[in-house]
Nanobody
Framework: VQLVESGGGLVQAGGSLRLSCAAS????????MGWYRQAPGKQRELVAT???????NYVNSVKGRFTISRDNAKNTVYLQMNSLKPEDTAVYYC????????????????WGQGTQVTVSS
């Protein structure tokens, strides 16, 4: 299973970016997909998650500015980021949890390689 992220980049404060993450491989179903971020010198933190049923969860600092969505048919998750702030600068990682494969029994967790988001003031 591979998770491929795209959409990161450099943007001015107040601007917007949209991240995408597509999961590929021998996937049957994915329970939850989400975005995490890690700023230099800090621990990785949850940004937002979404279940296959559409339930969402956000860290308080992004509520009202970021929106997570998902296309189950494409095993793809999106993160629309508006009103970006310099403190949003980080490497953003995609995560797929509760992944059921077509080839072997069990549920698995996967991470993408990360995409850099830089917000200038």
């Amino acid at each position: 299973v591979q998770l491929v992220e795209s959409g990161g980049g450099l943007v001015q404060a107040g601007g917007s970016l949209r991240l995408s993450c597509a999961a590929s491989g021998s996937i049957s179903t994915i329970n939850a997909m989400g975005w995490y971020r890690q700023a230099p010198g800090k621990q990785r933190e949850l940004v937002a998650t979404i279940t296959s049923g559409g339930s969402t969860n956000y860290v308080n600092s992004v509520k009202g500015r970021f929106t997570i969505s998902r296309d189950n048919a494409k095993n793809t998750v999106y993160l629309q980021m508006n009103s970006l702030k310099p403190e949003d600068t980080a490497v953003y990682y995609c995560n797929a949890d509760g992944v059921v494969l077509t080839t072997i029994h069990g549920e698995y967790n996967y991470w993408g390689q990360g995409t850099q988001v830089t917000v200038s003031s």
